[in-house]
Each structure stands twice: as structure tokens, then as C-alpha cells.
């Protein structure tokens, strides 16, 4: 064999060595560093974690998620994890997706127009959608039978959830008599409150006005007006005039 020969052995064998060595680098270091397949941890339980922590988490280490679906649960906060796929312990590699079912928020929903309704079918109404009762109070009304409602606290169609409760207003029937709003102009403080009380009505707030051409504590306005009829008490307020260098 001719020492020309043996060199381009010699050559081909290094080259053929190298070339292993290069094919195994790059399968066994490079490629798996590139893509991150080489690394198999076991997956984390976020059962009970928020989303917003959860995802924090997955991203620490090199992990995704996507939310397949939602459920109703009043034991624990909206968007808190409480199913994943594939489960706690898995070996998983990175770049592995998790499959993630939370808990949804708030249910929210139109309030049901409960004035002209009988308080039986009103409270089946408010069981249908879980919501609570605040408070009733009772009233005569010219215009509803007995035992109808007559206002609600929430207003018709405005957004609410089940966590809200409401007020309601039952009708006590006609008045035995409409009470009249009594002309209070002109007369002093006190005059006036009694007035209002004898006419059946209640005290309002009162607005005090700087006035120098009248006697101090003289009505000079009230809301509502003289004449109005009602079928309940409500209350009337006044304005009332005061002298420049009193005091409210």
C-alpha cells in the first residue's frame, strides 16, 4: 500500500469519527436544547390557584395552558383552577400544553319586574333566580289591590347577580282617606312641623335660607306642593328662611 493510499485512509477515518461525533452533538445537545424535548418534570398541581398564578407558574417552567371550559361554584373564587389535564404528576416535557377547566364568574342577569305581582308569585319569582329578600314594608295604595306590589328597590331590567337582594312595597289597599299636602307658606318652624304632622305627613329635610325682609324660621317653600294628594305618608320639605348673621 502506497503512502499516498494509507493518508487518504487515514483521512476518511477521522472524517468518518467526526462525523459521528458532529451527528451526535447535534442530536444528543444541540437539537434537544433548540426544541426542549430533552427534559421530562414531573407537572405541577394548580388545583385551587388562580388563573393569573397559574399561569405565572406554567411559564416559570416553560409550560402553556388553555382554558377548555368553565363551571358554576360558590365555594371559590371566579377563575380559580379546579380541573387540569393531564393531572399533577405527569412527566411532561416543555412546551407541553395544559388543559385547564375554572370556576366562572358571577351569574348576572335582568331583575324581574315584580311591581303588579301578588307577593306569593313574586317571592316564587325571586326563588327562581336566588335572590334574597331585604326588607318588605307595607303601604296603601289607590291604584293596587292588597297583598300587590307596588315598587321594588332594584329596578326593573337593571343587571344584577344572586348575591343582590331587594326591597319590596305591598299594597295595604285603598287608603281609608287621600291625605293632602297642607299649605305651609308663611308660617313659622314649628308651626309648619305641626302642620305636617297633623295632616298626617312626615317631617322632611329642612334648607335653611339667608333672608332679611321676613321674620327668621319663616316657611318660604315647601316640596310637596300645597294640594297634592296622597295615599301615604311622605315627607314634606321645607325651606326656611334665617337672618344674615345667624347661624344655620
Known sequence: MTVRMRNWIRFLTVFMIFSIIFVLIIDKIVLPTYVGHDKEIPLVDVRGRSLDETAIILDMLGLHYEVIDSTENNDLPPQTVVDQQPPAGTLVKTDRVLRLVITSGERFFPMPNLVGKVIKAANLELQRYYLKTDSISYEFSSDKPRGVITAQSIRARQMISASDSVSLVVSKGPPPRQLEVPDLFGLNLDEAKAAIRKAGFRVGAIRYITNDDL??????????????????????SLEVTIASHSGD
Open 215 to 236: 321674620v327668621a324660621y319663616t316657611v318660604i317653600g315647601q316640596k310637596p306642593e300645597f294640594g297634592v294628594l296622597y295615599d301615604n305618608a311622605v315627607p314634606i
